[in-house]
């Protein structure tokens, strides 16, 4: 039973069989080819028989490999390693089909190679996984053929290996090698210019060409007898705190990514950077209750108990409760923070609605608050109107768009810092946005 599971017709073969029944065919006019018809299917017997002695006359003959990772990184491409080793004696051929996680909904990955006798072949490809959670892959499906290409033999490896997709990890990397080599300025990232100097004194050094001649040191260089300024440093285990929010506004998808995704990727990206500054870093994420809440602590190894906490959050269909957001940062945050807000509004009435909760949190602490554009608006309103209808949609998108704007200038006349950014620019400008109030010394 376990060889016929295995068993399949090469396609070639059934080219074969339509040339002995043509043979057959013709030979009812000329009798002569009767004789060849026979001939032929002599020769596909032995052929038959001979290729599956080839393929079924040992075992273990050829293996397969696929060489998953522990954790995927979210809405980010993930190769997929595969490796095959060919033990036979002879060149084959080999069709890959792997199975798979239902969340791809992709059923025609194939894969085709030749691997010359006793060889090894290696490959990958990518997926790109747009929500976080478990994926489990199927079986990884190698049919193998010989030369001869008359039957295949199906070999099946590693059913059901899991793996756990998580917040970006990827692009946590990415953001953190930025920040060391200093070339934040090609991705967007702005060069600030340090208006006085923070609280923090670093250390007392001689005078080099450049050197603000305001922190010059008087009393050092009069005891040494040449110029000594004290040098500076950004103040750092400051409180900083990633606020979700997690109600239905976050469930809108772009580019089949969540905006609580976008959200919970940029907040693992920042809080790297952030903990590499020395700073404390927390997270908190509501709806119509307080979800999750992790207090600001300065340990690089805190960064994997943020990672498994943004990995659990997830939407709710609930409006989110910013009273209740306020009491819990009156009752747990007592130190003066940053705090970056992740929300969304669609309308400028929904803003009002909650901005006196966001006025009080903003006077004990410096608020971030961060809005998402509507993308697709924004190609909406570019494209030429050719008829009524498409002015009317213009019309309507250009309205929603200066709601945007709106809200910005809401926030602001009540001090509320804010950040307006396309979904896949929202790393980028929350990592910019926090760098320059470090640099300014707002807190």
């Known amino acids: 039973?376990?060889?016929?599971?295995?068993?399949?017709?090469?396609?070639?073969?059934?080219?074969?069989?339509?040339?002995?029944?043509?043979?057959?065919?013709?030979?009812?006019?000329?009798?002569?080819?009767?004789?060849?018809?026979?001939?032929?299917?002599?020769?596909?017997?032995?052929?038959?028989?001979?290729?599956?002695?080839?393929?079924?006359?040992?075992?273990?003959?050829?293996?397969?490999?696929?060489?998953?990772?522990?954790?995927?990184?979210?809405?980010?491409?993930?190769?997929?390693?595969?490796?095959?080793?060919?033990?036979?004696?002879?060149?084959?051929?080999?069709?890959?089909?792997?199975?798979?996680?239902?969340?791809?909904?992709?059923?025609?990955?194939?894969?085709?190679?030749?691997?010359?006798?006793?060889?090894?072949?290696?490959?990958?490809?990518?997926?790109?996984?747009?929500?976080?959670?478990?994926?489990?892959?199927?079986?990884?499906?190698?049919?193998?053929?010989?030369?001869?290409?008359?039957?295949?033999?199906k070999y099946q490896y590693q059913k059901d290996q899991m793996v756990m997709v998580y917040p970006s990890i990827i692009q946590m990397q990415k953001y953190d090698f930025l920040a060391i080599s200093n070339h934040l300025t090609e991705f967007g990232f702005k060069k600030i210019r340090r208006i006085g100097h923070t609280s923090e004194f670093e250390q007392i050094k001689e005078y080099v060409k450049g050197d603000d001649f305001r922190t010059v040191n008087w009393k050092a260089t009069a005891k040494v007898g040449q110029l000594m300024v004290n040098q500076y440093q950004d103040e750092k285990s400051q409180p900083i705190y990633s606020i979700i929010d997690t109600g239905r506004v976050m469930k809108m998808p772009f580019n089949e990514l969540k905006l609580l995704d976008y959200a919970i990727n940029s907040a693992l990206a920042f809080s790297n950077v952030a903990l590499k500054k020395h700073d404390k870093v927390g997270l908190l994420s509501f709806?119509?209750?307080?979800?999750?809440?992790?207090?600001?602590?300065?340990?690089?190894?805190?960064?994997?108990?943020?990672?498994?906490?943004?990995?659990?959050?997830?939407?709710?269909?609930?409006?989110?409760?910013?009273?209740?957001?306020?009491?819990?940062?009156?009752?747990?945050?007592?130190?003066?923070?940053?705090?970056?807000?992740?929300t969304n509004f669609e309308h400028i009435s929904a803003l009002k609605r909650q901005l006196p909760y966001l006025q009080a949190i903003s006077k004990k602490h410096m608020l971030v608050v961060i809005l998402f554009k509507n993308t697709e608006l924004d190609t909406l309103i570019e494209t030429n109107a050719e008829d009524l209808q498409t002015i009317y949609h213009k019309t309507i998108a250009e309205k929603f768009a200066f709601e945007k704007r709106l809200m910005v200038k809401e926030l602001q006349k009540y001090g509320i810092q804010c950040i307006l950014t396309a979904p896949e620019d929202l790393t980028i400008n929350t990592i910019n946005k926090y760098l320059e109030i470090k640099a300014r010394g707002l807190l």
């Open 1 to 153: 039973m376990k060889f016929l599971k295995s068993l399949y017709i090469h396609k070639q073969f059934y080219y074969y069989i339509g040339l002995a029944s043509l043979c057959f065919l013709v030979s009812y006019w000329v009798p002569v080819f009767f004789t060849v018809a026979c001939i032929v299917v002599l020769i596909l017997v032995v052929l038959f028989i001979l290729d599956l002695s080839l393929l079924y006359g040992k075992t273990d003959r050829f293996k397969a490999r696929r060489l998953l990772p522990d954790k995927f990184s979210n809405s980010d491409p993930n190769p997929v390693p595969i490796s095959l080793i060919n033990r036979y004696g002879f060149k084959t051929h080999v069709d890959v089909i792997d199975e798979l996680p239902k969340q791809f909904q992709k059923r025609d990955f194939s894969y085709q190679v030749n691997i010359a006798p006793q060889q090894y072949h290696d490959f990958q490809y990518l997926v790109r996984p747009v929500d976080r959670g478990e994926y489990v892959f199927g079986h990884l499906n190698v049919y193998v053929s010989s030369p001869l290409k008359m039957v295949k033999r």
């Open 287 to 342: 709806s119509k209750q307080i979800e999750t809440f992790l207090p600001a602590v300065n340990k690089i190894t805190y960064l994997n108990k943020i990672l498994e906490t943004l990995y659990n959050i997830d939407t709710q269909f609930s409006e989110a409760d910013f009273g209740l957001l306020y009491a819990q940062l009156k009752r747990k945050v007592t130190q003066r923070s940053f705090l970056f807000l992740y």
